[in-house]
């Protein structure tokens, strides 16, 4: 009997067939051999397989890692880096922001057709290159330009209405602007009296610290090198080249020796400390005055201060440096460190926002050397910022004020984002003791060597310096001279100090009272007549 193929029996129809198959299929040995399945069973992976899929992953974790790395933790080096040159872009992408001097516009922006969207530009830009600064497509950013730079270029979160939306979409804002504290008839003034002569003015508002004239000369056009293109670079090289080194700002960024300026900080010293308390009383001082563990005599410019028992008023009239340099060290060096101090002196941080170079009265010495910097010389350094704190601090009945440059910070539509407000440096000395020194000054411009800085219709205070340097003070004496002035019969504040550096000119007579007084004069006048 036939059997039946489609039947179920064993070895005959489907059932018979589906065992047979499956009873010669291959099966995978345990080396993972075989018909090329994986380890397991798993079909298609093979240990070359496994391996490549796993380095892949590593370079993944790898690549995630560097991506955070770079753009969380090294975000900010990243940004500050000057190569970065998404930076620059993002900076002339728009208009930057204006720096302002009262209702003007000093500054603008036009576009530029290049690589750059817009560059900067300067009105009058000689006159405030030492205020503004520069702003460079290529050379970066300088004094105001730079401190401020976030808030000009747009990038200030304080610019922003949603702050995280806009780093979200990476939106930015309009620049803001900065509005000064300069005061343009002084500034004028102050450049114009400088004229061709190397030096620098600072004029500040005693009572508030605000900055009224910041100039140094000789001087730029910081609008000259703001694009990127040849006549940029060959602009900046020929500004790099010059000798007379008309970018360094010499208000802030240039100390010189005081000379006898620096008298006004040792006759506050003198009376602070009650080494005197009579400024018409003989001082007791010896003439001559031998500095102390040497056998050489401190010279005095004057016959008139050739004799001893000098008084104080006497000799800062006359400016005898034997009697300033004997009360310095009667002084001793702490008080005299502490002193020169409290007008800004070894302060490394005394930002206006700009920073200046440090101020320096040495911290160790011997009672010679303290002698010879009692009248401003051997390693005193002074900027004329910090020389104009010393003759706002005195006008001020001796509460000296934190110097600002800046009155207020805005959005591009006007509304305050920042507004400074006065704040106090030090009391250098008592109310009693200021008056005194205040007197001092005045009989200096009334009847000794500040009579060129006589006002009529004006109180005028002030101390002549003239500062020897170079090898055996062979060099060009600076020609210093530090004043405040307000009208006659006033019994407020005076509204401006002032502090005048020439350190290079052509005059045959090389003293404070010649060359720095008229200086001083013309932006007292222009405050007090504005």
Known sequence: MARDR??????????????????????????????????????????TGRRAGTFCLLLIVALCVQATRVQ??????????????????????????????????????VPTGGRYDYKRTYTAGPLYAAVTGYSSQAYGNSQLEGTEDALLSGI????????????????QNPGGDVHT???????????????????AVVAIEPATGRILALVSTPTYDPGSFAGAVSADQAAWNRLQADTDQPMLNRALRQTYPPGSTFKV??????????????????TGAPYPYVLPGTTTPLPNDTPACNQPGQSLDAAMVHSCNSVLGHLGVQ???????????????????????????????????????LALSSIGQYDTAATP??????????????????????????????????????????QAVTPAVAGQVQRLMVDVV?????????????????????????????????????????????????PVAVAVVIADSNATDVTGGGLAAPVARAVMQAVLSG
């Open 6 to 47: 489609t039947g179920t029996g064993p070895g005959s129809g489907r059932g018979g067939d589906y065992r047979q198959r499956f009873r010669s299929r291959p099966r995978p040995g345990r080396n993972g051999h075989g018909n090329g399945n994986g380890p397991q069973g798993l079909p298609g992976i093979s240990v």
């Open 72 to 109: 969380v933790f090294r975000a900010a080096e990243l940004n500050r880096n000057p190569a970065n040159q998404r930076l620059v872009v993002e900076r002339y992408s728009q208009p930057r922001g204006d720096i302002r001097v009262g209702a003007d516009t000093v500054t603008g922006s």
């Open 156 to 171: 200030d979160p304080r610019l922003a209405s949603w702050a995280v939306w806009d780093a979200v979409a990476r939106r």
């Open 181 to 199: 504290t300069i005061d343009r008839a002084a500034q004028e003034a102050a450049m114009r009296a400088l004229g061709d002569q190397k030096g």
């Open 265 to 282: 900080v040792t006759a506050a010293a003198a009376l602070q400390h009650g080494v005197v308390t009579d400024i018409d009383a003989p």
């Open 331 to 369: 002084v001793g060096l702490e008080g005299m460190v502490a002193m020169a101090e409290n007008f800004g002196f070894n302060d490394a941080r005394l930002d206006v926002p700009v920073r200046p170079v440090r101020s320096v009265f040495d911290t160790e010495m011997d009672r010679a050397q």
């Open 385 to 426: 910022l910090v020389m104009a704190m010393v003759a706002a601090g005195i006008a001020d009945n001796g509460t000296v004020m934190r110097p600002q440059l800046v009155d207020r910070l805005t959005r591009s539509d006007g509304t305050t984002v920042q507004l400074m407000q006065p704040t106090a440096y030090r």
């Open 446 to 494: 009334e009847t000794g060597t500040g009579r060129n800085a006589r006002i009529a219709g004006a109180v005028v205070g002030g101390k002549t310096g003239t500062a020897q340097h170079g090898a055996d003070n062979g060099g060009t004496p600076y020609a210093w001279f530090v004043s405040w002035a307000k009208p006659a019969g006033s019994v407020a504040v005076p």
